[in-house]
């Protein structure tokens, strides 16, 4: 790993206690050798790392007026304390649960299979976005008209091995996909050429559903535990962020600004 080196750049103080220049760039180094394709392309390297280390000092400060220990290992013990002793989170109800399950039955269907075949069109940086857009969906539409034309045109266009073998994917399980395209053909009953695009990370892709096997729904009873603790998780994060959000509100603060509750630096 590469050392950043310090530069001269606005001091990070929280309520006048003065974070040193050298652990900025070691919360940078750390980011940047951390996956950051999650974060898209607003991402900025010290932007986060400023955030994330005046967090770790609010919470630090709080932790000393609450008379807790702050020698906690691992480092994130020392907010998970103060989390727990100031951040109620209620337990997602079994009528909760239950609505999700209703409301989400597709992510609950074991076994479904899908026989798929693709053309992707991939964005690669060099080619301009609306560019690539307007090429797939030209493909779409001269495949609309013939469909007997799918596998030559994967073959000419599709930035796919798979274009190899006229675009087959093959047998899919839903796990199998990245979520977007996994959520694009699975969950119905279509079949042939799909009326339109599907856009994931990899591009834009035409795709033909070629055959279908109905997969079963899981029992609520078998899966309501599962739920009731992910319902519950999301409530503590969406609790911790505002509360962190409180602490930073009557904070004093220099060298960084706070998203709102919404922004992206707090999710």
């Known amino acids: 790993m590469q050392t ?29 050798d951390a996956p950051t394709a999650a974060a898209g392309p607003a991402f900025d390297v010290e932007t986060t790392a400023r955030y994330a280390l005046a967090i770790r000092e609010l919470l630090r400060q709080r932790a ?8 906690t290992d691992p480092p994130d013990a020392m907010a998970d304390a103060v989390f ?25 269907t074991s076994g ?36 007997d034309q799918f596998e030559a045109m994967a073959a000419q266009r599709s930035n ?5 073998v006229g675009g087959s994917l093959g047998q899919l399980e839903r796990t199998s996909c990245v979520p ?14 799909l009326p339109r695009l599907i856009k994931t990370r990899f591009g834009f892709h035409v795709v033909r559903i070629d055959h279908r096997v109905p997969g079963a729904l899981v029992p609520f009873e078998a899966v309501k535990d599962d739920i009731a603790t992910m319902l519950t998780e999301q409530v503590r994060l969406r609790a911790t962020r505002q509360y962190v959000q409180l602490l930073a509100a009557q904070a004093d603060l220099e060298g960084v600004t706070f998203a709102s509750a919404d922004g992206p630096l707090v999710q």
Not at 4 to 32: C, F, K, Q, W
Not at 64 to 71: I, M, N, P, R, Y
Not at 180 to 193: M, P
């Open 160 to 164: 796919c091995p798979s274009a190899q």
């Open 4 to 32: 950043l080196l310090t530069a001269a750049r606005a001091p990070l103080r929280v309520n006048g206690i003065e974070i040193h220049a050298s652990a900025i760039d070691e919360a940078m180094a750390e980011l940047a």
């Open 64 to 71: 000393v007026e609450l008379g807790l220990a702050l020698d």
């Open 180 to 193: 977007e395209f996994a959520q694009g053909i699975f969950g119905s009953d279509e079949t042939g050429v």
């Open 84 to 108: 727990a002793k100031e951040v109620a989170t209620p337990v997602a109800t079994v009528e909760e649960s239950r609505r999700y399950y209703d409301q989400h039955r597709e992510r609950f």
């Open 112 to 147: 479904e299979l899908v026989h798929a075949s693709h053309i992707l069109f991939g964005v690669t940086g060099r080619a301009p976005l609306a560019l690539v857009r307007a090429k797939a969906e030209e493909t779409l539409n001269a495949i609309l008209q013939s469909p």
